[in-house]
């Protein structure tokens, strides 16, 4: 960063270099990988990143988005294609559709992320759960929106509002709020806000936008009889189990309730990572979907299950990049000085500050720990917040990290590109629910800290 840049300046770098980011890929028809990665680099030169550190801060980026996106789409999308091929997705669909009724289609898949959601993290669930949504959405026809928005609203929701999710876990501990009333708090706005900005908006948003299901997740045949239902819920259930195991001895470890270390204990947290546990349930979808085909079918189905999702993770690599280069340059840390001292109520300043810091620079998790850094000091010296009041600003601020999510949010290219649409479209349809989901998140919390 170059340190004559004033605040002024690098403000106005990023809004121009998001409107050229834009207008590389929906005017000039730049694919979204090349244009990223252009934008990336001209941004960390004009901003003054020394020469010798503009591809190392690039790789950086682009490394750590793979690091966490990478292995999670990857086995997902093995996981995703096994469960269609093997008819375990029909299968779930069939019971959820059963209990709900058809009309009421998307909102069982809304339940069922948000279910889901409570301790697998945003990309994770949706790569697990979309052969699900993709089943129910061909039975019944329309547009893939009506079942796509509702789960993944579900998931972004859950992931940004409720512990043991890190944004929020990080944010709670920042300001000193209770966990145990955070988790409370956190599901009880999270199951209202979720109706209007996701299943509501979902409805409406998909009645007016046809997105038809890619081709290349067109189902194929089997003559190979469909797993029972409890083995579709044994291999959805099992990363969640594996990984809640870890955030809850993390959780109890740190609250002093159990003592680490060990052998046991250690490997116990390992298996509860997101990737190991990924792997775990590709394993074992392997084992069980086996019966009946062969090895060398097995081998094939998880290859054509990679090949579609590389662009995927390269765009959305590609974004972590463009992301990492607005937090490296100093235009986070710009907006953050610019909006602390505005002189707005705590849980107003809250949300305000963590919106700009979304729109900076991308990351939902980046926004919420670092606004819940910044306010911290004004947070211990007000004497007058209980704590319910601290969990009411922690979702403050998690709604305005949620908000405005755009081309410099890695989010954005992964449900983009998983859902087949255009940047136009996604801008339209996933923009405007996210947005939906951190205003009326913090309508809720807001009004929350008037009345209690």
């Not at 019944?140 to 789960?151: E, I, K, M, N, Q």
């Amino acid at each position: 960063m170059d340190p004559t840049l004033g605040t002024a300046t690098l403000l106005i770098i990023a809004l121009l270099s998001v409107l050229g980011l834009l207008a590389l890929i929906l005017y000039a028809r730049m694919h979204a990988f090349v244009a990223l990665v252009l934008m990336s680099l001209v941004v960390a030169i004009v901003t003054g990143v020394p020469l010798a550190n503009v591809v190392p801060t690039l790789l950086d980026g682009f490394g750590k988005t793979l690091a966490s996106v990478g292995l999670l789409v990857g086995f997902g999308a093995m996981i995703g294609r096994l469960l269609e091929v093997s008819g375990g997705a029909q299968v779930l669909a069939d019971r959820l559709v059963g209990l709900f009724g058809e009309k009421r289609a998307p909102m069982a898949l809304g339940v069922a992320s948000l279910l889901f959601g409570i301790p697998i993290f945003f990309d994770a669930g949706l790569v697990v759960m979309l052969p699900v949504i993709f089943v129910v959405a061909r039975r019944f026809g329309g547009s893939l929106l009506l079942y796509a928005l509702p789960a993944a609203g579900a998931f972004a929701i859950m992931h940004a509002f409720v512990p043991p999710h890190p944004g929020p876990v990080a944010a709670g501990t920042l300001l000193g709020a209770d966990i145990g009333l955070l988790v409370f708090v956190g599901m009880v706005l999270a199951i209202p806000t979720w109706y209007i900005s996701a299943y509501l908006f979902g409805s409406y948003i998909g009645r007016r936008v046809n997105v038809s299901i890619p081709l290349l997740d067109a189902p194929e045949q089997s003559t190979v009889a469909p797993p029972k239902l409890s083995t579709v819920l044994f291999i959805l259930l099992l990363p969640l189990v594996l990984i809640f195991l870890n955030t809850g001895l993390s959780t109890l470890q740190k609250a002093g309730a159990i003592e680490g270390g060990g052998v046991v204990f250690d490997f116990l947290l390992m298996i509860g990572q997101t990737p190991i546990a990924l792997l775990i349930t590709v394993l074992a979808a392997i084992f069980i979907f086996a019966v009946g085909r062969s090895l060398g079918e097995i081998e094939e189905l998880c290859n054509n299950a990679l090949g579609p999702v590389c662009a995927i993770i390269l765009v959305t690599g590609a974004g972590g990049m463009f992301g990492g280069v607005l937090r490296a340059s100093g235009i986070g840390d710009a907006l953050a000085g610019s909006l602390s001292d505005l002189g707005l109520p705590i849980i107003v300043a809250a949300f305000v500050l963590s919106l700009g810091l979304r729109v900076a620079q991308g990351s939902a998790t980046v926004a919420l720990t670092t606004t819940a850094g910044l306010i911290a000091p004004t947070v211990a010296a007000a004497t007058d917040l209980s704590q319910l009041d601290l969990c009411f600003i922690v979702i403050a601020i998690a709604s305005g990290a949620t908000a405005l999510s755009h081309v410099n949010d890695s989010g954005f290219w992964l449900v983009g590109r998983f859902l087949g649409m255009d940047e136009k479209t996604t801008l339209k349809t996933w923009t405007v629910m996210e947005t939906l989901i951190g205003f009326v998140g913090f309508g809720f919390a807001f009004a929350g800290s008037l009345i209690f």
